[in-house]
């Protein structure tokens, strides 16, 4: 099957007077296992609803494999979508309802079973299909929701929150499931979702929606490491963030006057912003912690802080360190024999530079 881009140009889409989607633009590559994410709320239904057919845009362009579909209807866009829901008839075997589609399209008996039998084998079920939805597992019925979708063989496949039916050790199994089924179809993919460790350990690419508006494209270590704004910094896992005004800057140097806490002097990374505040971002895992007096490490800034909390969680401990007015959320990978600070403890924190994302104030734009 060829594999085809999906690609919206300015799609702006409102409901009255509340705009949801603006100006989305966006191009998915052939084959990609591509995730819309960001809170509920955002967009992100609307928008596959849209590339679906089912919503319209008021303006804009929606292409797949170059051509505009924009006013095709939905049942000709050979595209596939599968609900949160499922949408099961629970009246029909398995077999029935993975059939629905091609006997709507009068494919021959023959063809139907072969189609029939070849999508239930690729989604593990293939004993299943005299069953009715009701007499399977919540995993089970999702997976015929897949093999009723993938076996009308569409040009793409939509995925509306997929997963979030499921509890959390199958939506593990699930999500690593649905990867290999989309690596072996080779069909591009757009999945929705809110949740952050499901699209990062999945996706090829994602996109970051806010408010109608796409915050940020691109890899997931990407997103995590580069994020462009305070709300990806924040919603694609756990961020410190130390806002401050610039007090001084040249090329290679910034120096923060950081709210609470006083100066720090940070390498200029290039696509730091110009704004006159900025919030140093920095992820708990990198910053280090010492008894105090201990510190060394000429490779660290470091700050005197007091520990305020403590969580254990086994692989690290978690610690909400107080620095100046501001509270510091700092990781420490755990040993055994290695001891937990207790609040109250005196400690240094240590900041590596090369860590720390510079990132426009809030509310102020790069
Ligand atoms: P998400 O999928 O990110 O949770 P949605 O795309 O479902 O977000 O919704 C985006 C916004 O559009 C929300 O504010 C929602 O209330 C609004 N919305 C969605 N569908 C409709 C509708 N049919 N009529 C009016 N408002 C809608």
Not at 104 to 128: D, I
Not at 285 to 297: D, S
Not at 304 to 324: A, K
Request: proline share 4%; charged share 20%.
């Amino acid at each position: 099957m060829k594999k085809v881009s999906v690609e919206c140009r300015n799609i702006k889409l409102s409901y009255g007077k509340t705009e949801v989607l603006k100006d989305i633009n966006l191009r998915i590559e052939p084959g990609e296992f591509f995730a819309l994410l960001g809170p509920s709320g955002s967009g992100k239904s609307t928008l596959l609803r849209l590339i679906a057919g089912f919503n319209q845009a008021d303006s804009g362009q929606l292409l797949v494999d170059g051509k505009d579909i924009s006013t095709i209807a939905p049942h000709k866009r050979n595209i596939g979508m599968v609900f949160q829901s499922y949408a099961l008839w629970p009246h029909m075997t398995v077999w029935d309802n993975v059939a629905f589609g091609l006997i709507e399209r009068r494919t021959p008996r023959a063809e139907v079973n072969a189609r029939v039998a070849a999508a239930l084998e690729l989604v593990g079920l293939p004993q299943y299909g005299k069953r009715r939805p009701n007499e399977l597992s919540g995993g089970q019925q999702q997976r015929v929701a897949l093999a009723r979708t993938i076996v009308i063989e569409p040009q793409v496949l939509l995925l509306d929150e997929p997963l979030s039916n499921l509890d959390k050790n199958l939506r593990v199994q699930m999500r690593q499931e649905l990867l290999s089924l989309q690596r072996r179809l080779g069909i591009t993919t757009i999945f929705v979702t809110h949740d952050q460790e499901e699209a990062m350990t999945t996706a090829d690419r994602m996109a970051v929606m806010d408010l109608g508006v796409i915050q940020q494209i691109g890899s997931p270590s990407t997103l995590f490491d580069f994020p462009c704004n305070r709300f990806v910094a924040n919603f694609v896992g756990t961020m410190n963030v130390l806002e401050g005004d610039v007090k001084a800057r040249n090329s290679n140097n910034i120096i923060l006057s950081i709210d609470g806490v006083g100066d720090l002097s940070l390498p200029l990374h290039t696509d730091a912003p110009a704004t006159s505040r900025i919030s140093a971002s920095f992820r708990p895992h990198t910053v280090q912690m010492e008894a105090v007096g201990g510190q060394g490490n000429a490779r660290f800034i470091w700050l005197p802080g007091v520990v305020e909390r403590s969580e254990f969680l086994g692989e690290f401990t978690r610690y909400e360190v107080r620095v100046g007015e501001q509270c510091i959320t700092a990781d420490q990978t755990h040993y055994a024999g290695l001891s937990i600070y207790r609040p109250g403890a005196s400690v240094s924190i240590g900041l590596e530079a090369a860590q720390i994302r510079l990132l426009a104030g809030e509310g102020q734009s790069s």
